[in-house]
């Protein structure tokens, strides 16, 4: 064994000891026990740790130092008991030649290391140190397999002795055994099955961190290994919290460690777009954050929990901020001037007294943030989202009240025809009686009743108009459009949107699909978020119910009782829209279910809405289902938003795991309009123990927000309904679920940013602008307004 080698078995059960707080727990029998053997050739370290058992804790540590550098020759680090961090190096900013935009081949990582960076996505510095791991394993003590129960799993360190290929005679099963001795001194086997290459990449001499269950045959020890790695003479991978990437295979821990070490290393000081900022401490918003080098450092090796904790906050908000800023900035910034109305407590009182009914607490604090927006010189821009029933309408006819009353015109646009004439009659009896003029504009209105409503919006005669998309046609003139409402906004291209918002009057978007507010502020990041949750006293909860596959007929069972009261009942079964081939399948499968129920139902009245029917079709088959001239309707297309069937009161889904929470519940909001006491059934067609987990939540709430909180949680974002078509990406660190104080943080500051200088022309915003952009691929965004 060469000196070296001696060192080497004596400074890491030393580095280990000044990493757990020196309290002389690493060595069996304590650390002078271990250099009566290992110290004999290092006469001034045994002297150096002399009588260690007995010294306070900083005595030890400052001693730990002293034999340290006598074995290794490095300099003490700067502050005790620390890993220790990535150093500057030559390669620095100061020598000008790395930066975040310098492609990873700089980093001079050998032969074959940009082919294997590039297969994960990494071209640029930026890449690499904003690859974060996906998770951490501690190996500041890593234990003896003398410490290790039988059959338990283990993570070791061990040296290499010997290696070999032994075939067993009589399954032919091929060992690679490779003899390994420990920190402690203590040898061991390591055992692989069938897998004899490995034993070309393990060299005698090496040093190996081994994970596998650990085996007990009297006094051998084996370890059947499940994953190795070769240290490769960088201590990245043991006496430390060691970073665990995102990897495929052939690409190894150890080299993506050593590359980001590599990067990390080309910087004498990371560049921080935030800087300016922290350095003011003028802002509430940045208060407490950390530097980006200091995060970026620890995220990838982790000096202890605490600051890992402290790093992943600061990378969690700077993933959300740009997001923010990128909406924010797509949109045309929030902060642009709108109009300003006057509101006066008459005003409002005189809303309050002509209504039929009482607001709720929910429905006068989103008023309250509706009104004050409106007084404000920024342009509105404001989401309200709850649940069907809660009470939205109202919300948004005192708006429309308060725009007429300051002489200017409002619009509401609905995505469909029959949605655009109920909300036509609903805002009527609210608004009508106050003196506000109403028009209603669809496309299935004669050139005429057209004519007479493009002139009487361009004369000023109407105060509110509601329509769908006919309201964006080249005809319309409004004289003075103060305040746009737009109902499912998510149903309308960008560009219609924006034709209803080309004067930039304040914006409502009403929403009855409740959302997370944490995925609300990311997913309409130009918008702020209203949540009316609460519902109407006196609206009488559906009652749910999860029936497996095998007791589908007592659904229909049930509904033919229902019907023979005179009530009418929706059976919905999951829509198919990829293609046009399985378009056809969907309405063979949606003719299929409705032949099926015309045998099982012979005196019930029966019809159909699916996919590939026109819009004026289905907005036929609605108006007939509300006239009662059928009985129950086979749909394959989520029903309407905010139609009501008041005799409605059963739903029935087919399939009802295929559908997110959310849906579930929007759909099942479908019945009970009409102050009947409904039912929705769940047919689960799939009834593993995680589906019938899932669909309980909707059995058991009717709370339209914790249930889409659940979904959330369940499923993700990324899977539920219209998110990943609408841009939203895949958070690299952040959690939808779990970090919206970070969020909300994160947006108030990209406000503040935006508010000072609205497009990031400022130099001090040089940084945070060049991030954005270089980032953008990852920052997704659905244009609002």
């Known amino acids: 064994m060469t000196p070296q080698d001696l060192k080497d078995r004596l400074l890491r059960p030393l580095r280990r000891e000044l990493a757990t707080g020196a309290e002389d727990k690493v060595v069996a029998g304590g650390l002078e026990k271990l250099l009566e053997n290992l110290g004999q050739p290092f006469p001034e370290v045994q002297a150096a740790l002399r009588g260690y058992r007995q010294l306070t804790p900083s005595e030890r540590v400052e001693r730990l130092h002293q034999a340290i550098q006598l074995l290794d020759g490095t300099p003490r680090p700067s502050g005790s008991g620390e890993n220790p961090q990535p150093s500057p190096s030559p390669r620095g900013l100061e020598a000008g030649n790395l930066n975040f935009d310098s492609p990873v081949e700089g980093l001079s990582l050998g032969p074959g290391a940009k082919k294997k960076l590039n297969e994960l996505g990494i071209r640029s510095v930026r890449d690499l140190l904003h690859t974060y791991p996906r998770r951490y394993e501690d190996r500041r003590t890593l234990q003896s397999l003398r410490e290790v129960e039988e059959g338990q799993k283990a993570t070791v360190f061990g040296k290499v002795l010997s290696r070999e290929l032994v075939k067993t005679p009589k399954r032919g099963i091929q060992l690679v055994q490779v003899r390994l001795m420990d920190a402690w001194g203590w040898k061991f086997t390591a055992v692989w099955f069938n897998q004899p290459w490995v034993l070309k990449q393990i060299a005698e001499g090496a040093s190996l961190v081994i994970s596998g269950r650990v085996q007990r045959r009297g006094a051998n020890l084996s370890i059947m290994v499940e994953y190795f790695e070769d240290e490769a003479g960088e201590s990245l991978s043991t006496g430390r919290i060691v970073p665990v990437y995102p990897a495929k295979e052939g690409v190894g821990q150890a080299f993506l460690r050593r590359a980001a070490w590599r990067g990390l290393e080309a910087f004498s000081q990371i560049p921080d777009p935030l800087e300016p900022y922290r350095q003011e401490g003028a802002l509430a918003h940045v208060s407490g954050l950390p530097s980006l080098d200091f995060a970026l450092r620890q995220a990838h090796f982790p000096s202890a929990e605490e600051a890992l904790e402290q790093a992943l906050y600061r990378l969690k908000f700077d993933e959300f901020l740009l997001l923010e800023l990128k909406v924010m900035l797509q949109s045309g910034n929030s902060a642009l001037l709108g109009r300003t109305f006057r509101v006066t407590p008459e005003m409002v009182e005189r809303f309050r007294a002509a209504l039929p009914f009482t607001l709720t607490e929910a429905q006068e604090r989103v008023l309250n943030e509706v009104l004050s927006d409106m007084q404000g010189e920024r342009q509105m821009a404001r989401l309200v989202q709850g649940d069907v029933g809660s009470g939205k309408t109202a919300v948004a006819a005192a708006a429309l009240y308060i725009a007429a009353c300051n002489n200017a015109q409002g619009a509401l646009m609905a995505p469909t025809e029959i949605l655009a004439k109920q909300h036509f009659a609903n805002l009527t009896h609210y608004l009508y009686p106050l003196g506000v003029s109403l028009d209603l504009l669809v496309g299935s209105m004669s050139a005429a009743e057209k004519r007479g409503v493009y002139d009487r919006l361009k004369a000023g005669q109407t105060h509110v108009v509601v329509g769908t998309h006919a309201l964006i046609q080249e005809q319309v003139e409004f004289r003075d459009l103060g305040l746009a409402i737009i109902d499912e906004e998510h149903r309308f291209g960008v560009m219609q949107r924006r034709a209803l918002l080309g004067s930039r009057p304040d914006l409502i978007v009403m929403s009855a699909t409740p959302i997370p507010r944490s995925l609300a502020l990311t997913l309409y990041g130009d918008l702020e978020v209203s949540q009316i949750d609460q519902l109407p006293p006196g609206r009488i909860p559906v009652k749910t119910k999860v029936l497996p596959h095998k007791l589908r007929s007592q659904a229909y069972a049930f509904a033919q009782g229902e019907i023979a009261k005179g009530r009418q009942v929706f059976?919905?079964?999951?829509?198919?829209?990829?293609?046009?081939?399985?378009?056809?399948?969907?309405?063979?499968?949606?003719?299929?279910?409705?032949?099926?129920?015309?045998?099982?139902?012979?005196?019930?009245?029966?019809?159909?809405?699916?996919?590939?029917?026109?819009?004026?079709?289905?907005?036929?088959?609605?108006?007939?289902?509300?006239?009662?001239?059928?009985?129950?309707?086979?749909?394959?297309?989520?029903?309407?938003?905010?139609?009501?069937?008041?005799?409605?009161?059963?739903?029935?889904?087919?399939?009802?795991?295929?559908?997110?929470?959310?849906?579930?519940?929007?759909?099942?909001?479908?019945?009970?309009?009409?102050?009947?006491?409904?039912?929705?059934?769940?047919?689960?067609?799939?009834?593993?123990?995680?589906?019938?987990?899932?669909?309980?939540?909707?059995?058991?709430?009717?709370?339209?927000?914790?249930?889409?909180?659940?979904?959330?949680?369940?499923?993700?974002?990324?899977?539920?309904?219209?998110?990943?078509?609408?841009?939203?990406?895949?958070?690299?660190?952040?959690?939808l679920v779990s970090d919206q104080e970070i969020i909300e943080r994160a947006r108030a500051f990209a406000q503040a940013i935006l508010e000072a200088d609205p497009y990031l022309d400022a130099p001090q915003n040089a940084l945070l602008k060049r991030e954005i952009q270089a980032r953008a691929e990852a920052i997704g965004f659905r244009e609002v307004i």
């Open 571 to 735: 059976v919905v079964t999951p829509m198919i829209e990829e293609s046009e081939a399985e378009g056809m399948e969907e309405l063979a499968a949606a003719t299929k279910l409705r032949n099926e129920l015309t045998t099982l139902l012979p005196e019930v009245r029966i019809d159909l809405l699916h996919g590939k029917m026109p819009a004026a079709e289905k907005d036929a088959v609605m108006e007939r289902f509300k006239a009662g001239q059928f009985d129950l309707l086979v749909s394959t297309t989520v029903i309407e938003v905010g139609v009501d069937i008041p005799q409605a009161t059963l739903m029935i889904i087919e399939n009802a795991e295929r559908f997110g929470l959310a849906q579930l519940h929007q759909l099942r909001g479908r019945v009970g309009r009409g102050g009947l006491e409904a039912y929705c059934i769940l047919i689960a067609g799939e009834s593993s123990k995680k589906t019938l987990h899932r669909l309980r939540v909707i059995e058991e709430s009717n709370d339209g927000f914790y249930i889409a909180e659940k979904d959330l949680e369940l499923r993700g974002p990324g899977e539920l309904r219209g998110v990943r078509q609408s841009g939203m990406p895949d958070l690299r660190i952040g959690d």
